[in-house]
């Protein structure tokens, strides 16, 4: 006769144990050097996300570089280069972009063996979709001129750009959830350089197609750099704990 211990567990514990967060241990100098990182993660973006508010709305500043880099953008178009760019902006675009966060959060639950990480995604996705959904409406900023979009045009307020968040988020928190399990640092930061260089691309692409200001992609940037620094705070706290002192 089977005893308690040998027992195959019911389907709701199953189900549970599917939703547990794994536990990883860590000496308590790395999990503090963690702590600082995504503190200073979400104290620089945060400020420089203020930074450049306060230059769009005062239109001095740091907003001085928006024309003249717009104005380099533009001078580099081609008809190959704007392909790339286009292609680019749709991956990363409001309709492609939850497309792949749902398929990756739907796959990677169902394949992990703890579904912490996915949902941590999910959710850290949903906030940055919220963040920008309440900012750019109240703070109102015009696009660049018609005439400047290479293909649709859009009407809607251009400060932060959700493009570029969705895809920042997206790529940094999707790296650092995949890889701080890992323990080969060439490889993390192989997956992060890939990862900056994709981010820089998408918000190249923006106001290269003239739907941006650089300002827009920038103060986005910052924002994820928020967004991400709380992702890791709550991951290590959730889920890392101190070794054992060694006796």
């Known amino acids: 006769m089977a005893t308690a211990e040998t027992r195959e567990p019911?389907?709701?514990?199953?189900?549970?144990?599917?939703?547990?967060v794994e536990?990883?241990?860590?000496?308590?100098s790395g999990r503090r050097?963690?702590?600082?990182i995504a503190a200073v993660l979400a104290v620089v973006g945060l400020v420089a996300f203020f930074v450049i508010l306060d230059s769009v709305s005062e239109s001095d500043g740091l907003s001085a570089?928006?024309?003249?880099?717009?104005?380099?953008?533009?001078?580099?178009?081609?008809?190959?280069?704007?392909?790339?760019?286009?292609?680019v902006a749709t991956v990363?675009?409001?309709?492609?972009m939850p497309v792949i966060v749902l398929v990756t959060t739907v796959w990677w639950g169902f394949a992990a063996k703890h579904a912490w990480r996915p949902l941590l995604l999910a959710g850290a996705m949903l906030i940055g979709v919220a963040t920008v959904q309440i900012l750019a409406p109240?703070?109102?900023?015009?696009?660049?001129?018609?005439?400047?979009?290479?293909?649709?045009?859009?009407h809607t307020p251009s400060f932060p750009s959700g493009h570029v968040m969705g895809a920042t988020d997206?790529?940094?928190?999707?790296?650092?959830?995949?890889?701080?399990r890992r323990r080969n640092p060439i490889s993390t930061v192989v997956a992060f350089v890939v990862?900056?260089?994709l981010v820089v691309a998408t918000a190249s692409s923006r106001v290269y197609l003239g739907y941006h200001w650089p300002t827009d992609v920038l103060a986005s940037l910052s924002l994820s750099l928020v967004v991400l620094g709380g992702v890791i705070a709550v991951d290590i706290w959730r889920t890392v704990r101190v070794e054992p002192s060694e006796s």
């Open 10 to 20: 019911g389907a709701l514990r199953r189900f549970h144990e599917k939703f547990i």
């Open 23 to 28: 536990v990883r241990l860590m000496p308590a």
């Open 33 to 36: 050097n963690l702590f600082i």
């Open 65 to 87: 570089i928006d024309k003249p880099i717009q104005g380099w953008l533009e001078g580099m178009r081609s008809p190959t280069l704007t392909v790339v760019m286009a292609v």
């Open 92 to 96: 990363f675009g409001p309709i492609a």
């Open 138 to 154: 109240v703070i109102g900023r015009e696009r660049p001129p018609i005439s400047s979009m290479l293909l649709e045009v859009d």
């Open 170 to 180: 997206f790529l940094l928190i999707t790296t650092f959830l995949v890889f701080s």
């Open 195 to 197: 990862a900056i260089i």
